[in-house]
């Protein structure tokens, strides 16, 4: 099957500063990615959609301007946590579909931890 | 809005019994549903989904669901747990614009 990495696995940073998340799909183009956040024993909450070419879109209640996301090309998606905070300490998960929107591939996520 | 609900945080399973996570649904239309599920240190994986057709969907690793329109139900089943089936299991709805969101999932812990 398809395949999505996530680098890094997992960060810790200070708190105010940015972190870069990168997302990878490996063996297929996407030109749509997904953003997800994973709080503990919570569900996967849908942040935002990656668009190659065009802005991202967001979902409401998230701030566009702390998650910055840039679909740099056909294969690579990044989340910039701006001015990390420790409530910013999450699991981060990226997803790629393959054809239709029913067939998505997941990142294995990245923990960050703001301190 | 399209949401699904797992009403159970955890569900223990002695092994060989079968075992059930329970999911309802609501949506305006007809459902798109999944289960995905998430093994430690690993991404979610794509268990099996309801378009149309028949109720029991079969899916990956032994599981199904049967989808009940009646009690707007989508509940993933196998007749007899294996130990390395212990994970967290998603259920999950598409939304109208495309895009898939997810219940708050269901840890299954299967007991040797």
């Known amino acids: 099957g398809a395949v999505v990495s996530q680098h890094p696995s997992w960060v810790i940073c200070k708190s105010g500063t940015s972190v870069k998340i990168e997302c990878r799909s490996l063996?297929?183009?996407?030109?749509?990615m997904f953003w997800y956040r994973q709080f503990p024993k919570q569900s996967l909450m849908l942040m935002a959609t990656?668009?190659?070419?065009?802005?991202?879109?967001?979902e409401q209640g998230v701030e566009k301007d702390k998650f910055l996301i840039n679909h740099a090309s056909l294969t690579l998606s990044t989340l910039t946590v701006t001015s990390a905070h420790p409530e910013d300490s999450s699991f981060y998960i990226c997803s790629a579909p393959q054809g239709s929107a029913d067939t998505q591939y997941f990142g294995p996520g990245t923990r960050l931890t703001v301190l | 809005a399209q949401s699904v609900a797992q009403p159970e945080d955890q569900v223990n399973v002695a092994e060989g019994n079968p075992l059930t996570v329970k999911c309802t649904y609501s949506?305006?239309?007809?459902?798109?549903l999944f289960w995905y599920v998430q093994y430690p240190n690993r991404g979610l994986q794509f268990l099996l989904k309801y378009i149309t057709g028949d109720n029991l969907v079969k899916g990956s690793y032994g599981f199904e669901a049967e989808f009940n329109k009646s009690q707007t139900s989508f509940h993933l089943k196998k007749p007899s747990a294996l130990v390395s089936d212990s994970a967290l299991y998603f259920c999950a709805v598409r939304r109208g614009d495309d895009k898939i969101i997810f219940g708050k999932g269901t840890r299954l812990h299967i007991l040797p």
């Open positions: 990656s668009n190659e070419g065009s802005k991202a879109t967001y």
């Open positions: 063996d297929f183009q996407a030109t749509t």
């Open positions: 949506v305006s239309g007809n459902p798109y």
